[in-house]
Each structure stands twice: as C-alpha cells, then as structure tokens.
C-alpha cells in the first residue's frame, strides 16, 4: 500500500486554472501507475486522466482532454494535475489514486487519498 495525500484544490471562476499535487509515501511510488479521479454530489466517481509507472504513457477522460495534463516526478513521490479552461461542471471532489496497470476503473486502483475539493464558479 501507498499512502496518498492531495493538495490544491479551491474556489476558482471559469475559465480560471488550478494545480492539484498529489504526494506518495509508503510503498515504491515509481513502480504504480497513478490516476486522477472526481466525485460530484450525488454521482458516481469518475476517471479523469491517468498516467504510467515512468510518465511515458498518459490517457484522459474525453471531457478533460486538452484542458488538463497529468504528471509526475518520481524523485519527489508526487503526481500533478494542471487544469486549465476550467468549467462548473468540473467542481467535485479530486482524488488521486495508485495502481499497478493502465485502466480507467477506480476498482483497479488499491490505495486512494483523502480527496480535495474543487469548485468552479460561473
């Protein structure tokens, strides 16, 4: 297991940017894959990008591409979301998450952080 812990998130206009970080401790960070995930009151979690064990391969949801990119850097246990151009439709809870194969399924990710909360005003 890997212990995950995200930051950044807030009160932003649309159109506006936010940058959440997500930082690792535990188990060997470079050997997951990582994703981002959100939740809006009273729906279900969703995919939102994920990216693989050494940054090479990165995949998004199809209402975030080419707003949002997904990173990491090893040597500092963290994985990052920029998001740009954002819209109100994208406030939810953000949630990072760890697993060991490229999947969009939040069941295949075994360790999650705590979440942090994004609002986008119109």
């Known amino acids: 297991q890997v212990q995950l812990v995200e930051s950044g998130g807030g009160l932003v206009q649309a159109g506006g940017s936010l940058r959440l970080s997500c930082v690792a401790s535990?188990?060997?960070?470079?050997?997951?894959?990582m994703g981002w995930f959100r939740q809006a009151p009273g729906k279900e979690r969703e995919f939102v990008a994920g990216?693989?064990?050494?940054?090479?391969?990165?995949y998004y949801a199809d209402d975030v591409k080419g707003r949002f990119i997904i990173s990491r850097v090893n040597a500092k246990n963290t994985v990052y979301l920029q998001m740009d151009s954002l819209k109100p439709d994208d406030t939810a809870v953000y949630y990072c998450?760890?697993?060991?194969?490229?999947?969009?399924?939040?069941?295949?990710?075994?360790?999650w952080g705590q979440g942090t909360q994004v609002t986008v005003s119109s």
């Open positions: 990216i693989s064990s050494t940054g090479s391969f990165k």
């Open positions: 998450a760890a697993g060991g194969k490229y999947t969009r399924d939040p069941v295949d990710f075994g360790s």
């Open positions: 535990g188990r060997t960070f470079s050997g997951y894959t």
